[in-house]
C-alpha cells in the first residue's frame, strides 16, 4: 500500500511537472512569437518575395536578412495561424523591431513596399520618363513607348495626335517596384480623367475649346508663368489675341518645335523663330496642334477662367514676374526697359 502511494505521488509530480514544463515552453513560444525582433543593423530591410514562392523559401529568407528569429517558427506560426495560407509575392521594407504576427500579416495582405515619385506641373514626356528612371523604375524606350498609347484618352480627345503629351498629370505617385512603364503611365492618366471633371468640360464647351484646345493652351500657361497670381492673365493674353486672330508669339512653342528636330541649347536663336513647325506660333496663328507640356490644374482652371482684362502683351521682368500691356506701343518699351 505504501509503495502504491509513493508511485501515485510520482505521478502527480511528474504531471505538475510536465505541465509546469509545456506552460513554460508555451510561455516561451508566446515570448518568441510576439515579442519585436530586429537582426540586422541597418535602419531598415529591403526584401524580394519572388512570384511562386513556397513558404520554407520565405522563411529562410526573413531570417537570413534579420527579419524574423527563426525560420521554423515563422513557418510553423504562419501555417497555424491562416488556413489556407497565402504569401503575397513583391518587394517588403521592413524598418524597427517587429512580431511574427506583423510580418505574417504584412506579407499575407501584400502591403508591398511604395516609392513616391513627385511629376511636378510642366515636364515634357521625356522628363517625366527620367524621373522615374532616376529612381530605379523602367528605361525611357519603354515609357515613351507607353506614352503613344492614345487610345487611353479617345474619350476625351478625338483628334489626339500620336502621343499622351498633356495628359499626364503631375502630381505625387506612389509605385511598387513590380509595376510596368505602362502602368504607371496608365496611372498618369487616371489621374487627369478625375481632374477633367463634367464641370470642366462643360466650361470647355461654353468656350468653344475641345479638351485637346482646352489642355493645349494650359501648357502654353504653364510653361509661362509659375506664378499662381499670373496664370489667369497670361491665359487673358491668349485668349484675347486669339479672338483677334493674332499669332500668340509664345517662346515656349518654339523650344518645343526645336526639341522636336534637334537638342535645345537653351537659348532662342533667330533660326529658332523661323523654324517650319505647326507649334511654332511666332510664324502660325492660333493655337499649336497639341499640349507643349502636361499642365496642373492650376494652369487647366486658368485657360478655362481667364481674367477678365484686356492685355494683348506680356513681357519677363526678369524676376518671375510678368508686365502686362494692351497696347503694342506699350509692350515695345516694357520690352525695351527690361529685355534689352
Not at 106 to 125: A, F, N, S
Not at 190 to 213: D, G, H, M, Y
Not at 264 to 280: C, F, K, R, W
Request: glycine share 6%; hydrophobic share 40%; net charge neutral.
Amino acid at each position: 500500500m505504501i509503495h502504491k502511494v509513493k508511485d501515485a505521488k510520482n505521478l502527480i509530480l511528474l504531471g505538475v511537472l510536465a505541465g509546469l514544463v509545456t506552460c513554460s515552453f508555451s510561455i516561451l513560444l508566446m515570448v518568441q512569437i510576439y515579442q519585436p525582433y530586429k537582426g540586422y543593423e541597418e535602419s531598415h530591410q529591403l526584401i524580394v518575395i519572388q512570384r511562386g514562392s513556397m513558404v520554407p523559401q520565405i522563411a529562410r529568407t526573413l531570417k537570413s536578412h534579420g527579419i524574423v528569429r527563426s525560420s521554423w517558427l515563422f513557418e510553423w506560426y504562419a501555417r497555424l495561424s491562416h488556413r489556407p495560407l497565402v504569401l503575397q509575392a513583391g518587394e517588403y521594407r521592413f524598418e524597427g523591431p517587429i512580431n511574427l504576427p506583423t510580418v505574417t500579416e504584412k506579407l499575407r495582405t501584400g502591403l508591398v513596399h511604395q516609392y513616391r515619385v513627385t511629376i511636378p506641373e510642366g515636364l515634357i514626356m521625356d522628363e517625366i520618363a527620367q524621373r522615374f528612371i532616376a529612381q530605379g523604375f523602367g528605361t525611357r524606350e519603354k515609357f515613351l513607348e507607353a506614352m503613344k498609347r492614345t487610345s487611353l484618352i479617345n474619350d476625351w480627345d478625338s483628334v489626339a495626335g500620336d502621343n499622351l503629351e498633356g495628359y499626364l498629370f503631375p502630381d505625387t505617385y506612389f509605385v511598387t517596384r513590380d509595376m510596368s512603364e505602362q502602368q504607371m503611365v496608365d496611372a498618369m492618366v487616371a489621374n487627369f480623367q478625375k481632374v477633367w471633371t463634367p464641370e470642366r468640360r462643360k466650361r470647355a464647351e461654353e468656350l468653344a475649346l475641345t479638351t485637346r484646345e482646352t489642355i493645349t493652351l494650359a501648357s502654353l500657361i504653364e510653361k509661362e508663368t509659375a506664378l499662381s497670381s499670373e496664370r489667369s492673365l497670361v491665359s487673358a493674353v491668349f485668349h484675347n489675341r486669339l479672338k483677334k486672330n493674332l499669332k500668340l508669339a509664345c517662346d515656349p512653342t518654339v523650344i518645343y518645335a526645336v526639341r522636336l528636330v534637334k537638342e535645345y541649347d537653351g537659348v532662342i536663336n533667330q533660326s529658332d523663330l523661323e523654324l517650319d513647325s505647326p507649334y511654332n506660333t511666332y510664324l502660325y496663328p492660333g493655337l499649336p496642334p497639341g499640349p507643349i507640356a502636361n499642365p496642373g490644374l492650376e494652369s487647366i482652371d486658368a485657360a478655362l477662367y481667364p481674367a477678365k482684362a484686356d492685355y494683348l502683351y506680356f513681357v519677363s521682368t526678369n524676376d518671375g514676374r510678368h508686365l502686362f500691356s494692351t497696347s503694342y506701343r506699350d509692350h515695345t518699351r516694357a520690352v525695351a526697359q527690361y529685355q534689352r
